[in-house]
């Protein structure tokens, strides 16, 4: 008999715990940024992808506990190893690297994976959560 496939497992057991069966249930984002790149994010830190399209930081229609939330935790955490990135981005984060840094605070992000991040955050809405963290290990 031939065995399911991890995705067809993974489904079912999504589907049993109510779950959607064909999201990662991803609990947040890590960017990974690579060593030697001058990243310091600072106030602000953003994630656009290659063709311009803003996949984090923007701050517009902010309700009243997102705000509060951004003056107590930041918009994001800033770590050297992913341990401790998911203290903010959870126990299933997306990770993903960047492709290079602009300006010191832009973390550049191939078009595709762009498009993967927006549609994971459909689903489970970890970016206006600010359920992200930026990774740099020199």
């Given at each position: 008999?031939?065995?399911?496939?991890?995705?067809?497992?993974?489904?079912?057991?999504?589907?049993?715990?109510?779950?959607?069966?064909?999201?990662?249930?991803?609990?947040?984002l890590?960017?990974?940024?690579?060593?030697g790149?001058?990243?310091?994010g600072?106030?602000?830190?953003?994630?656009?992808?290659?063709?311009?399209?803003?996949?984090?930081?923007?701050?517009?229609?902010?309700?009243?506990?997102?705000?509060?939330?951004?003056?107590?935790?930041?918009?994001?955490?800033?770590?050297?190893?992913i341990?401790?990135?998911?203290?903010?981005?959870?126990?299933?984060?997306?990770?993903?690297?960047?492709?290079?840094?602009?300006?010191?605070?832009?973390?550049?992000?191939d078009?595709?994976?762009?498009?993967?991040?927006?549609?994971?955050?459909?689903?489970?809405?970890?970016?206006?959560?600010?359920?992200?963290?930026?990774?740099?290990?020199?």
């Open positions: 008999e031939e065995k399911p496939s991890v995705e067809a497992a993974s489904i079912r057991k999504n589907k049993e715990t109510g779950l959607n069966p064909y999201a990662h249930n991803y609990t947040g890590i960017i990974m940024i690579k060593p790149e001058n990243f310091h600072r106030m602000s830190p953003r994630i656009v992808s290659e063709s311009g399209v803003s996949v984090y930081c923007n701050m517009d229609g902010l309700n009243e506990e997102q705000f509060n939330y951004l003056i107590n935790n930041g918009i994001a955490i800033f770590s050297d190893n341990e401790s990135a998911k203290k903010r981005s959870g126990e299933n984060p997306m990770i993903v690297e960047a492709e290079s840094v602009l300006g010191g605070d832009t973390a550049i992000i078009d595709n994976i762009a498009r993967n991040i927006l549609m994971e955050n459909s689903l489970s809405q970890f970016l206006s959560k600010f359920k992200v963290s930026f990774v740099q290990i020199n």
